[in-house]
């Protein structure tokens, strides 16, 4: 495992340490904001930096709670080893449980593994395997980072931050703010319910478009994944090298 560990990089993260709650916090002065405006262009600096890829990238999603053994670690493992065979790039928030299971594939297979993690109170260090491993401070700005260098995404079970990463993405797709990519949830028992409420109720209503239930597959089988992210029109096949920078 090689960490990169960029004294600039360090400086520029340390400068934003604890300035979301800062930002979100009410009210506060226009030179108060012009500052956190800065010290988030300086993350979004960092992630351009650290996420220069040679290779199109996936991001794989999913909680940090279950433990080597359980069915859906093993499970996000093999993704990340299928993912490294096909030569994509594997992705985590960089932590335990279902991240390092997914970068603990890819590592073994012999491929890219990367960790972009959050900064929360308690401090979440790096699983052991990781290539490159960086920390943001925003959410928002993590967010973005992961769908720009994403060419597809993998959603394992997860709770509160795996469905908001889902629901975003899908929320951009739904409006047009960005291209159709692939989606697909990992664990047919676990999401299949949160996809019977999206037809019986979402899309019942009204409050969804019937076609918008096409933005999200649900499998169990790493092979059938990987299968809909190569055919997927504008998902991984469009990436290119000049894309990387």
């Given at each position: 495992m090689t960490l990169e560990h960029h004294p600039t990089k360090l400086s520029l993260l340390d400068q934003v340490k604890g300035t979301e709650a800062e930002f979100l916090a009410g009210r506060r002065g226009h030179?108060?904001?012009v500052d956190s405006?800065?010290?988030?262009?300086?993350?979004?600096?960092?992630?351009?930096?650290?996420?220069?890829?040679?290779?199109?990238?996936?991001?794989?999603?999913?909680?940090?709670?279950?433990?080597?053994?359980?069915?859906?670690?093993?499970?996000?493992?093999?993704?990340?080893?299928?993912?490294?065979?096909?030569?994509?790039?594997?992705?985590?928030?960089?932590?335990?449980?279902l991240m390092e299971a997914a970068n603990r594939g890819a590592h073994e297979a012999g491929g890219l593994s990367i960790?972009?993690?959050?900064?929360l109170p308690n401090e979440q260090?790096?699983?052991?395997?990781?290539d490159r491993f960086i920390e943001f401070e925003h959410f928002f700005v993590r967010?973005?980072?992961?769908?720009?260098?994403?060419?597809?995404?993998?959603v394992m079970?997860?709770?509160?931050?795996?469905?908001?990463e889902v629901f975003e993405t899908l929320t951009l797709m739904?409006?047009?703010?960005?291209?159709?990519?692939?989606?697909?949830?990992?664990?047919?028992?676990?999401?299949?319910?949160?996809?019977?409420?999206?037809?019986?109720?979402?899309?019942?209503?009204?409050?969804?478009?019937?076609?918008d239930l096409d933005l999200i597959q649900?499998?169990?089988s790493p092979a059938e994944a990987i299968a809909r992210i190569k055919e997927h029109p504008h998902g991984c096949q469009q990436f290119t090298e000049g894309e990387s920078a």
């Open positions: 030179s108060e904001n405006a800065v010290r988030i262009f300086l993350e979004f600096l960092r992630g351009f930096e650290s996420l220069r890829l040679d290779r199109p990238s996936v991001t794989v999603f999913g909680s940090a709670r279950f433990s080597e053994g359980h069915q859906y670690y093993e499970l996000a493992r093999q993704m990340g080893h299928v993912l490294a065979d096909e030569g994509f790039c594997t992705m985590t928030g960089g932590g335990p449980g960790g972009a993690n959050i900064h260090q790096p699983n052991p395997y990781v967010k973005v980072m992961l769908v720009k260098y994403s060419c597809a995404f993998i079970p997860g709770g509160f931050g795996t469905l908001d739904q409006t047009g703010k960005i291209d159709f990519f692939p989606v697909i949830a990992m664990g047919k028992d676990y999401w299949e319910p949160l996809l019977d409420f999206f037809r019986n109720k979402l899309a019942h209503e009204g409050t969804i478009s019937p076609e649900v499998t169990d």
